[in-house]
């Protein structure tokens, strides 16, 4: 999206604006298509958690993506979003047995991540076939918080503990319908992913009935210029070539699915803020913005590096700035970046706010959620609305005294 298209965004929709690109999300699908275009069944299920607006659900599901849902929540909106049931899978964890059984109703295809889970769901309905979420213990992933394979992790069934899954498979003649990992985010090295596929695959002969393998996601993603990024084509090569192998050792053309949230709208969003002032102190030029960790947390919780612009000002002399927002609690999103000169009134754009952003603000400080835009044909078009005073209170009881 050129500066121009943002600057007429935030004039018509005002700041904090995060706004997602339409074609960037169809090159990064269409991308990884390309890449896996020799697997013969391939499905690309985008995980709803990265970025949930109900218009992105559905351009999502228009362009032939399936779903990842984590939650019951988001279950129903990409139901309401369009998507077919069968289409969807749903990885909880740590949820009750109530709630899987209630998606199981929904006719959404299930994938169980404890022995204690699967026995008990397996011994209530055994003709209802799951996939089984297996954990290779690997350490991957960008950093400890989104490291979710290795051996301390709460997710997924331990690949030891292979013996005691093909107990229950035989005790409740549960029928197993797919195998999934998932073990992490930003995951740079393509050895890595082409090492926990053995180790799947290796799991994934014990069950005669299989129809899909789920190699989950964690594809990373460049975060500023210069920054490094998962070798999509190389996977695709290498991983079609041995996924192919195992099909024909197997018996079966089974289905190959990859459940990306970060690949596919990391890169499509900007988040635009205004300046709110500049302060210079002894050491440091703050840039004072109109948001806050309320907004994007992941420059805090994670230490992102979202590279930042001034949209507004782009070619002038650089300086070094702190970006902190407003929020009364310590809030830096970037320590001493070069930026084009800043004054009171620019605009700032943050880069990759697609994934992991909106999702995650809040309203901390009583402040608003920002808007929602999306940009298709050229049209940058509102996806969600600003909050109102009324929004804040819209579940408050107020009691009299
Ligand atoms: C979060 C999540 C994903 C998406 O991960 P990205 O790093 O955003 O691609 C996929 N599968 C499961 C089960 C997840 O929890």
Redesign the pocket.
Known sequence: MKNKVLLEAVDKFGTPLYIYDSNMIKSQYNRLKQSFKDVKNLQI?Y?V??LSNISILKYMINMGSGI?A?SIQEVILALKAGVNPKKILY?P?GVSIEEIKEVSELGVSI?IDNLEVLEQFGNLNPDIPVCI?INPHIMAGGNSK?S?GHIDSK?GISIHQTPHILRIVENTKININGV?M?T???ILDVEVFLNAAEILFKIAKKFKNLEFIDF????KVPYYPGDSETNIDELGVKLTERFNLFCDEYGKELKLIF??????V?QAGKFLCRVNSIKQTTSTVFAQVDTGFNHLIRPMMYGSNHHIENISNPDDMERYYSVVGYICETDTFATNKKISSISPGDILSFSNAG??CFSMSSNYNSRFKPAEAFYIDDKVLLIREREKIEDLLINQIELSF
Request: net charge neutral.
């Open positions: 299920n995980a958690k990265a990842d984590v990885t964890n994938n979420r989104i979710v997710f999934h998932h992490g985010s930003d989950g996601s964690g594809f459940e990306p949230g970060k690949f596919l990391s994934a992991y």
